[in-house]
């Protein structure tokens, strides 16, 4: 019952991919501005620029791999085509990334597609067969039917690579290859090849549409030849420097009619042609991209600038560009907004650049940006998984170690070497690894940004390595040799010998007491690292063994091999084969939880197998790689399951068994630190001083530079303050002029007033009295309208009587005469009533004479019936009993045959029970034996533990012995170090007192300091008011000023002097209620004078009243930080006994591994009836840690009596 609860089929759920399939044809695409499509494995990938986040499209299953891409230009669906047995292509939609649609056809000879074309409206399809026919095809793909067909090249050998539809037109396409070059026309069902101006034969490896009627074609000798309207219009010549050493400012490329015999100059293939709005991009050359932009000279087109693939990027790709064949640029792609170029490598890796950015407008020559991250390009040979961090190592046939980050999905570091790498192997730490190359197997650092070895042993072609789970030792594999060595000391501890063929797997058990290695001879061994000595062995010399993995408790082994099957080994015996459905396994991995088993194919799928296993097996099976699987590992916590294989493609997924269990309870927490050389710290110390020194040479620069603009800022000022009082003055001279102006306009303007007021009154009374005259005519006009009116009415009375009476005689004589008419149409109805019964009377004879020749017919037709009925049911009477007789015989035959069944089925069943009963019986015996022997091992096992454990008992007790007296001695030198602690409270609660005093004295004066900037303000307000009553009175004897010099010269006119000097006196002398008004301005002044002085009092108080608070609540503070400080160190003292007390614990938790393995301890043991009570102890001071951790972070949040917090404590975990 427990092993069917338990049975389950683990989740894989695909999270990452690292790589990138580049034989793909045009395998690198725009979705939109942030999102890119490229295959990976047997998946396509939506990789997020922005986010680094991924999406995934799984290939067909069992599929032969991708080989041709396309994207609709609406950018809804993407069509991928992948090679078998039968050439397919599939559309999936991207929004959804479902399948749409899945084209086959066998009008295609060949197995695969080499290229395939989106019309401009997304509604058809251009496919490309290969090899042998190159048959094109031209899909209707909606309706999953090709409407046409054509074969494009008639020699088998002249392969054809591209095809690519008119951005204009739905039916003309173009077709390009090895002397192919060619346009179609699609035309009710037919293919039909346009004419073309002839041209000599020529490799043409890439074309594109720059129009509606102009193609530009690449061939292999650096020319490109522009096509306009089916007409070759010109040449265009790329060309690259020779020489290895030139850089990315030496090689430069020529456009136009250039001379291809130049010495200096190599011819490179043109690859990749991608159409932009200004122009074209073309790729040619080791990782060279040249920009050609419209003209309107003769040339049409002329080179802007090149962009270059960084030599630095990657010291792997170094290498590979003085090559010069790996870093070719096979594919390209511009975003829909041309902002973005992303280029795709013969060596599988992506380089992004912008188009719009300042790298562009650099100069003639820009670099490439990496993507994402560099990728492998060769067969992965090796993988592993860090435990303390989240890492993962690989290494590969194209020479490089990579360190990944598997928790943010990154490349960490990359390291190029001159030999080939094996295997790798990472320390649990990781810290270091272990790489096998060709001529030797080398133990490296990981620094920072480095790694470096600094062992190497003479293992010539290591192909498999592995640290222990402790990391102290490591095994590599030399031959068919396991060879053990110490991690620190490099001693080789022990030699693994017993293989006849190369080791193909090894693997350590969790406790690291054991190695399982399985090689090639088909031989699945199991050592013991203690003796080096073999402890259990399976031999099947017909299967090749490629990996093997074992079980948490290390009792079972689980392999695979070259026979298509998962074995399960426990105690030397194969208990399961699980065949694997015809397909050949080549990895397995097991989680420590000893709940999930996957295992890899070579096909390149992974499978989730139902565990324990069951015959047949069951399991949810992941396609991911385009190729076979090569390692494969599950991370340390069970949450992660990473694979890698020969198509160069480093896979992360997601994983959990079928209840959701996938991360461990307890979260590991990784570790953080790294290594740095000394050499590498100190170059970064002295940089950073030299920085530092420059940081504050540029403060102090800065400093001065603001002090200088202070200056000229508070310059200006001034002169703009000095300014700005002068025009005041001017505008306020000016404005008084206008004043004066003003009061004489509106004077003017009154006088004009008045005098339309007595014009307009004078008009509204002649008015008034021309508009009575003509209301008056018109009241007499009414009166006599009115007269004529009544008598009308009267007229219309008159007549209208008269017409009344006529119409009353009318009617009168029309009833009458309607009268008459309906007494004839009565009579007429009564005489056709009178007809109607004759009728009926008539029609009901008939009816009775019918009815009676029907029933004489009727009775007639019964009695003939009736004679043959009798006829019938006689002969059927004797036709019943012949029925019966045959029945009766029938059913006699049938119950023998029954009868003679169940007699065979009765020998039958005993039979297989009595076999039954004697396989039983002999699985009964051989249990019982087994049993009985085991018995008697337990029974002499536990004799000898019982001796062992009254030994180990006495040297416990001498233990505790010893135990006690240093408990004691403690105690002794404890007391000494309290006296101190008191003496220090004592000092700490003086310094409090002290420190309180200081605040209180600093309060004061604050307050003081406080109080005379308030009188200083009041004082400057008050100045700021009498300077303003000063000005206003400067500005007032100015304009009186004005006005006696105005009356000056009215002195020869003593009149209008008098009026003059009366109006002075008006204006400039006061009355009585601006005295009164000046009198309550003192009564006010006073008035406030005397609430200054309440307030005032008023603060006192308040502050006195504050300070007692102060000194009520000073001893509770007081209190509470001496608490805190008791606290903080009560929990300090119970810290240092966990510590005590945990290594207490682990050294009782080794002995007793010791114990179970039956080693004698090397020391003093602590008793059974100890360990039992230090644990309580242990529990008990966790549970006062925790409560006093709880106490201490609501004391902390108290304030101190200085209104301050106390600082926060770093609580060790």
Request: net charge neutral.
């Amino acid at each position: 019952d427990r092993t069917s609860l338990d049975m389950s089929i683990a989740i894989a759920n695909l999270r990452h991919v690292f790589g990138l399939k580049g034989d793909v044809a045009n395998n690198v695409a725009f979705q939109d501005e942030q999102t890119i499509i490229y295959p990976s494995g047997s998946n396509c990938i939506l990789y997020n620029i922005e986010t680094k986040m991924q999406k995934f499209i799984s290939s067909v299953d069992k599929s032969g791999g991708m080989t041709a891409m396309a994207l609709t230009p609406n950018k809804r669906y993407i069509a991928v085509a992948e090679k078998g047995e039968k050439a397919t292509i599939t559309i999936y939609d991207l929004q959804t990334l479902r399948k749409k649609k899945v084209l086959t056809t066998t009008e295609v000879q060949s197995q695969q597609y080499a290229s395939l074309a989106f019309s401009p409206d997304s509604k058809y399809l251009v496919s490309q067969g290969a090899r042998p026919d190159w048959t094109l095809l031209y899909w209707a793909w909606e309706k999953s039917k090709p409407m046409a067909s054509i074969r494009t090249s008639t020699n088998v050998s002249n392969e054809v690579y591209q095809v690519s539809f008119n951005p204009n037109d739905n039916a003309q396409f173009c077709v390009v290859g090895n002397g192919v070059f060619k346009t179609y026309k699609y035309n009710e069902g037919t293919l039909k090849a346009n004419p073309i101006q002839k041209i000599e034969p020529q490799n043409f490896l890439c074309h594109s549409w720059l129009s509606e009627d102009r193609i530009i074609v690449g061939t292999d000798t650096g020319r490109m030849l522009l096509f306009e309207g089916q007409e070759h219009k010109k040449d265009f010549h790329v060309s690259a420097p020779v020489t290895a050493d030139s850089t990315a400012g030496d090689r430069a490329g020529t456009a136009g009619q250039s001379d291809t015999s130049d010495t200096s100059k190599i011819q490179t293939p043109v690859l990749c042609v991608r159409k932009y709005s200004k122009g074209f991009l073309c790729s040619a050359g080791n990782g060279i991209v040249y920009m050609y932009e419209k003209t309107d000279e003769r040339e049409l087109y002329k080179k802007a600038r090149e962009i270059r693939i960084p030599i630095s990027a990657d010291s792997a790709q170094a290498t590979a560009n003085m090559k010069g064949a790996l870093h070719e640029i096979m594919h390209m792609t511009i975003s829909p907004s041309e902002e973005t170029i992303v280029a795709g490598t013969r060596n599988s890796q992506l380089y992004t650049i912008g188009l719009t950015g300042a790298e562009i407008s650099k100069g003639e020559h820009s670099l490439f940006e990496t993507l994402s991250q560099p990728f492998h390009y060769d067969q992965i040979t090796g993988l592993d998984v860090c435990i303390r961090k989240p890492l993962i190592s690989t290494c590969s046939l194209d020479r490089t170690v990579r360190i990944w980050n598997y928790e943010n999905n990154s490349l960490d570091l990359t390291k190029e070497f001159q030999e080939e790498a094996f295997s790798v192997a990472l320390h649990p730490s990781g810290l270091y690894v272990l790489v096998g190359f060709s001529d030797k197997l080398r133990l490296m650092n990981i620094l920072i940004d480095d790694i470096q070895p600094f062992k190497e042993f003479t293992i010539r072609g290591c192909r498999e390595c592995q640290f222990s789970n402790g990391g102290h030792l490591f095994a590599a594999v030399h031959g068919n040799v396991i060879q053990l060595y110490a991690t620190y000391t490099f001693e080789n501890v022990g030699n693994l010998k017993g293989h006849n063929g190369k080791v193909r797997s090894i693997v350590w058990s969790q406790d690291d007491s054991k190695i399982i290695s399985c090689g090639v001879d088909g031989a699945v061994y199991e050592w013991s690292v203690y003796t080096s000595k073999r402890e259990g062995e399976s031999v099947l010399k017909t299967c090749s063994y490629t990996c093997a993995a074992v079980s948490p408790d290390g009792s079972t082994t689980f392999a695979v091999g070259s026979d298509k099957t998962l074995k399960e080994i426990s105690d030397s015996q194969i208990q399961r084969e699980v065949p694997a459905a015809d397909t050949v396994l080549t990895q397995c991995a097991i989680s420590r939880s000893g709940r999930m088993l996957f295992v890899g194919t070579a096909q390149g799928s992974i499978r989730a197998m139902k565990f324990p296993l069951t015959v047949p097996g069951e399991w949810t099976e992941h396609q991911c790689h385009a190729s076979s699987i090569t390692k494969m590992r599950i991370s340390y916590d069970d949450g992660f399951l990473f694979t890698v294989g020969e198509d160069a493609c480093l896979y992360t997924f997601k994983i959990m068994d079928k209840e959701g269990r996938g991360l461990k309870a307890k979260d590991i927490t990784y570790a953080e630190e790294i290594l740095i050389s000394k050499s590498d710290l100190q170059e970064k110390d002295t940089a950073m001083k030299e920085l530092k020194t420059r940081v504050y040479e540029l403060n102090m620069e800065n400093e001065y530079q603001l002090r200088l603009k202070d200056m000229n800022h508070h310059e200006k000022t001034k002169e703009l303050t000095e300014k700005f009082i002068q025009e005041m003055e001017s505008l306020k001279t000016k404005n008084q002029v206008l004043k004066t102006d003003k009061d004489k306009e509106e004077a003017k303007h009154e006088e004009e007033r008045q005098e339309l007021i007595e014009k307009q009154h004078q008009e509204l009374q002649d008015l008034e009295s021309a508009n009575n005259q003509k209301l008056m005519a018109e009241y007499e006009k009414y009166q006599e309208l009115q007269a004529k009116s009544q008598r009308m009415q009267e007229e219309y009375e008159r007549q209208l009587a008269a017409k009344s009476e006529s119409h009353k005689q009318a009617l009168r004589e029309q009833t009458e005469q309607y009268e008459t008419k309906l007494h004839e149409k009565i009579g007429q109805l009564e005489a056709a009533h009178d007809e109607q019964r004759q009728t009926m009377r008539i029609h009901e004879e008939t009816k009775k004479q019918i009815e009676e020749d029907a029933d004489r017919e009727i009775l007639d037709i019964k009695n003939m019936y009736e004679r043959r009925l009798r006829e019938e049911k006689e002969g059927n009477m004797r036709l019943t009993g012949e029925t019966g007789i045959m029945k009766k015989k029938f059913k006699s035959q049938e119950q023998e045959i029954e009868a003679l069944k169940s007699d065979i089925n009765n020998l039958n069943t005993e039979k297989s029970k009595l076999n039954g009963v004697i396989k039983s019986l002999e699985k009964d015996i051989l249990g019982l034996k087994k049993e009985i022997q085991e018995r008697d091992e337990t029974i002499q096992d536990k004799e000898k533990r019982i001796y062992d454990l009254k030994k180990k008992n006495q040297e416990l007790e001498k233990f505790k012995f010893v135990l006690d007296y240093k408990i004691r001695e403690l105690k002794k030198q404890i007391e000494p170090r309290e006296n101190d602690i008191k003496a220090m409270k004592d000092q700490i609660q003086e310094m409090d007192t002290e420190l309180e005093r200081y605040n209180k004295n600093n309060t004061a004066l604050d307050l003081k300091i406080e109080e005379s900037k308030q009188k200083l303000k009041a004082n400057k307000e008050e100045m700021a008011l009498q300077r303003q009553k000063v000005h206003d009175m400067e500005a007032e004897l100015k304009r009186f000023r004005t006005d006696v010099s105005n009356c000056v010269q009215y002195i020869q006119d003593p009149q209008m002097l008098k009026s003059s000097i009366v109006k002075l006196n008006k204006k400039y002398v006061q009355s009585e209620q601006f005295v009164e008004a000046a009198g309550m301005d003192v009564d006010i002044q006073k008035e406030y004078a005397r609430q200054r002085d309440h307030l005032e009092r008023s603060v006192a108080s308040f502050r006195k009243k504050l300070t007692k608070d102060q000194q009520i609540h000073r001893a509770d503070n007081v209190r509470i930080m001496q608490e805190n400080v008791s606290l903080i160190k009560e929990i300090n003292d119970l810290r240092r006994e966990l510590k005590i007390a945990r290594t207490q614990v682990h050294d009782l938790e080794a002995n007793s591994n010791v114990l179970k393995k039956g080693a004698p301890l090397p020391g003093p043991i602590i008793s059974i009836e100890e360990l039992d009570q230090s644990k309580k102890i242990v529990e008990i001071q966790k549970s006062e840690i925790k409560r006093l951790r709880d106490e201490l972070r609501h004391s902390i949040n108290r304030p101190l009596s200085n209104g301050q917090r106390l600082p926060p404590m770093e609580i060790a975990q």
